[in-house]
């Protein structure tokens, strides 16, 4: 899932300082299930933004408040309650994704971040979502048990470790796993060290999103099924 | 004063530097390091390894942006050793620059006359001066290894429209060296790694700082058992300080300081703790020059005191 934390109020009340008639709206994907963008997030943070917008002597500042299922598919807009382009503007808290699709179908809003979007991650215990892919576009796991080493490697070293590992953390923070350290762990513990010691070539970065650009899935066969069908 | 661009050597097999020709003569070889300096004032550095490196030590690593502070560039530092007729290690870290860049670096450099080179991954950008900066690794020390090696062959690593190997007008020929901690605490991946280094092309390595003989000959015998031949300089970092050995201890993965030394240096007085210093290092040496090809020197500015090590470690 995609993983996003909600930017801090100073700079949520700065970008809505121009604004008047605000829209807070709220994504049931991947952002509820982080606890940072859903209904009750958006519900929260509207209350947040009425009291601060008070204290800060801007009685004037509406706030409402809408969420939909997903702010990343065109099925769900017309599930929207309130029209977001008679809004000054649209804090959304979903993903990047979301912002950027939300303002894309709505020309005339204007479609504000509440979230700084990260990573994508897995949950691996009650409050913690961890980083488990880079979408980097050419999947190595085959050859790293599992273990991304493009995220997990602070580095995205494809090799193997680097002199900065210290009892199986990073150099960069002693909270960190270091990853490959992790990759030898899991590879030796599946009797699969051949593939640490396995020279490979330079990654093909070209598939990532610093490659080409915007990259973009197509299924040509559902396309055609939407043709036939109209 | 620079050596002529366009000296590809006929034989594949001749030593391309001094520093490949002193192993290959079963010398022990001894190098030391400059950094450059964040800035333009590059005298005080040029007069150090003038003054005290260039006649003791057989070559001069200069560090790449080192610890990820900004600085003056190992490049242009290696060109004015090669001037001042000193040997330079050129190192690159593969943090900063992309392939095209690092493979047009190594071109420059061998124009330059810069014929040492030891590829490294390089500290994260986090460590540095500069945390916002986009880290690169777009290649790793591996990778960097593997695209000198291509660059050899007369190629580069890219591809032309038909998706042939673009060749060069003119090949580079390098000394390729590489990095290990010896006194990792989970030394086997370093190993395969320095495998992996070997197979890629590096044809030497220096160490991270090593204070534990009795484990450097273990590591020493676990590479040559399997199979990994080519020579290694033992890294000595001088501790000025009984508290930079208990910093690098708690700080500095893969380095160990044991009690001895922070003892030896916490009894030291002031006006001693450079002799004492001194001592130490000449003394891992003295311990573990059976067991390599050389030693590394790095003097973190106390460059001065090299002729007094390579004494004490009885080489003079």
Request: charged share 25%; with cysteine; glycine share 10%.
């Given at each position: 899932?995609?993983?996003?934390?909600?930017?801090?109020?100073?700079?949520?009340l700065?970008m809505?300082?121009?604004?008047?008639?605000?829209?807070?709206?709220?994504?049931?994907?991947?952002?509820?299930?982080?606890?940072?963008?859903?209904?009750?997030?958006?519900?929260?943070?509207?209350?947040?933004?009425?009291?601060?917008?008070?204290?800060?002597?801007?009685?004037?500042?509406?706030?409402?408040?809408?969420?939909?299922?997903?702010?990343?598919?065109?099925?769900?807009?017309?599930?929207?309650?309130?029209?977001?382009?008679?809004?000054?503007?649209?804090?959304?808290?979903?993903?990047g994704?979301?912002?950027?699709?939300?303002?894309?179908?709505?020309?005339?809003?204007?479609?504000?971040?509440?979230?700084n979007?990260?990573?994508?991650?897995?949950?691996?215990?009650?409050?913690?979502?961890?980083?488990?892919?880079?979408?980097?576009?050419?999947?190595?796991?085959?050859?790293?048990?599992?273990?991304?080493?493009?995220?997990?490697?602070?580095?995205?070293?494809?090799?193997?470790?680097?002199?900065?590992?210290?009892?199986?953390?990073?150099?960069?923070?002693k909270?960190?796993?270091?990853?490959?350290?992790?990759?030898?762990?899991?590879?030796?513990?599946?009797?699969?060290?051949?593939?640490?010691?396995?020279?490979?070539?330079?990654?093909?970065?070209?598939?990532?999103?610093?490659?080409?650009?915007?990259?973009?899935?197509?299924?040509?066969?559902?396309?055609?099924?939407?043709?036939?069908?109209? | 004063?620079?050596?002529?661009?366009?000296?590809?050597?006929?034989?594949?097999?001749?030593p391309?530097?001094?520093?490949?020709?002193?192993?290959?003569?079963?010398?022990?070889?001894?190098?030391?390091?400059?950094?450059?300096?964040?800035?333009?004032?590059?005298?005080?550095?040029?007069?150090?390894?003038?003054?005290?490196?260039?006649?003791?030590?057989?070559a001069?690593?200069?560090?790449?942006?080192?610890?990820?502070?900004?600085?003056?560039?190992?490049?242009?530092?290696?060109?004015?050793?090669?001037?001042?007729?000193?040997?330079?290690?050129?190192?690159?870290?593969?943090?900063?620059?992309?392939?095209?860049?690092?493979?047009?670096?190594?071109?420059?450099?061998?124009?330059?006359?810069?014929?040492?080179?030891?590829?490294?991954?390089?500290?994260?950008?986090?460590?540095?001066?500069?945390?916002?900066?986009?880290?690169?690794?777009?290649?790793?020390?591996?990778?960097?290894?593997?695209?000198?090696?291509?660059?050899?062959?007369?190629?580069?690593?890219?591809?032309?429209?038909?998706?042939?190997?673009?060749?060069?007008?003119?090949?580079?020929?390098?000394?390729?060296?590489?990095?290990?901690?010896?006194?990792?605490?989970?030394?086997?991946?370093?190993?395969?790694?320095?495998q992996?280094?070997?197979?890629?092309?590096?044809?030497?390595?220096?160490?991270?700082?090593?204070?534990?003989?009795?484990?450097?000959?273990?590591?020493?015998?676990?590479?040559?058992?399997?199979?990994?031949?080519?020579?290694?300089?033992?890294?000595?970092?001088?501790?000025?300080?009984?508290?930079?050995?208990?910093y690098?201890?708690?700080?500095?993965?893969?380095?160990?300081?044991?009690?001895?030394?922070?003892k030896k240096?916490?009894?030291?007085?002031?006006?001693?703790?450079?002799?004492?210093?001194?001592?130490?290092?000449?003394?891992?040496?003295?311990?573990?020059?059976?067991?390599?090809?050389?030693?590394?020197?790095?003097?973190?500015?106390?460059?001065?005191?090299?002729?007094?090590?390579?004494?004490?470690a009885?080489?003079?």
């Amino acid at each position: 899932m995609i993983v996003a934390d909600r930017k801090p109020m100073d700079e949520i009340l700065a970008m809505l300082a121009p604004y008047k008639r605000v829209l807070v709206l709220g994504c049931g994907g991947c952002v509820t299930v982080c606890l940072t963008g859903g209904e009750k997030q958006a519900d929260l943070l509207a209350s947040q933004l009425r009291l601060a917008a008070t204290a800060a002597g801007r009685a004037d500042l509406q706030v409402d408040v809408d969420c939909i299922t997903r702010q990343c598919d065109q099925e769900f807009t017309a599930n929207l309650k309130k029209p977001l382009d008679q809004y000054d503007a649209v804090l959304s808290i979903a993903c990047g994704v979301g912002v950027g699709y939300m303002s894309e179908q709505f020309p005339k809003a204007t479609v504000l971040p509440g979230l700084n979007t990260t990573s994508f991650d897995a949950n691996t215990k009650k409050g913690v979502w961890q980083e488990y892919c880079g979408g980097c576009g050419d999947c190595m796991l085959a050859e790293t048990g599992g273990i991304c080493p493009i995220v997990r490697c602070s580095k995205s070293l494809v090799n193997g470790a680097c002199g900065g590992t210290s009892n199986g953390k990073c150099e960069v923070s002693k909270d960190m796993d270091c990853g490959w350290y992790l990759i030898f762990k899991k590879l030796q513990e599946t009797g699969r060290l051949d593939l640490y010691t396995k020279l490979r070539p330079a990654k093909k970065w070209s598939k990532d999103r610093c490659g080409k650009g915007a990259r973009r899935l197509t299924h040509t066969e559902l396309m055609e099924i939407e043709e036939t069908s109209k | 004063m620079t050596a002529p661009a366009e000296n590809t050597p006929v034989n594949p097999n001749e030593p391309v530097s001094k520093l490949q020709r002193e192993f290959e003569a079963g010398h022990f070889v001894v190098s030391g390091e400059i950094g450059p300096p964040k800035g333009t004032n590059i005298g005080k550095c040029l007069h150090e390894a003038e003054e005290y490196l260039k006649n003791t030590v057989v070559a001069v690593n200069v560090t790449d942006i080192q610890t990820a502070v900004m600085r003056t560039g190992s490049m242009a530092l290696s060109h004015m050793l090669v001037d001042r007729g000193i040997e330079p290690i050129f190192q690159m870290v593969t943090r900063d620059r992309n392939r095209l860049a690092l493979q047009s670096d190594l071109l420059s450099a061998y124009c330059l006359g810069i014929r040492n080179v030891l590829a490294l991954t390089g500290d994260h950008v986090s460590m540095g001066d500069h945390a916002d900066a986009k880290p690169v690794f777009d290649l790793d020390s591996v990778g960097l290894l593997q695209a000198i090696t291509t660059l050899e062959a007369g190629h580069d690593m890219g591809l032309d429209m038909k998706g042939n190997a673009n060749n060069l007008d003119g090949a580079p020929k390098f000394f390729k060296g590489c990095c290990v901690t010896p006194c990792a605490d989970e030394v086997e991946p370093q190993i395969l790694k320095l495998q992996k280094k070997v197979e890629a092309g590096a044809q030497y390595v220096q160490t991270q700082a090593v204070y534990e003989p009795a484990a450097f000959e273990k590591f020493m015998n676990d590479i040559r058992k399997r199979g990994i031949k080519v020579p290694v300089l033992v890294g000595i970092v001088m501790l000025k300080t009984a508290g930079m050995g208990k910093y690098m201890n708690s700080s500095v993965p893969g380095v160990k300081v044991p009690d001895w030394i922070i003892k030896k240096l916490t009894e030291a007085s002031k006006e001693d703790r450079q002799k004492v210093s001194i001592d130490i290092c000449g003394q891992l040496v003295r311990e573990m020059k059976d067991m390599c090809q050389g030693a590394h020197l790095m003097t973190l500015g106390w460059d001065h005191c090299v002729p007094d090590i390579i004494k004490a470690a009885g080489l003079a």
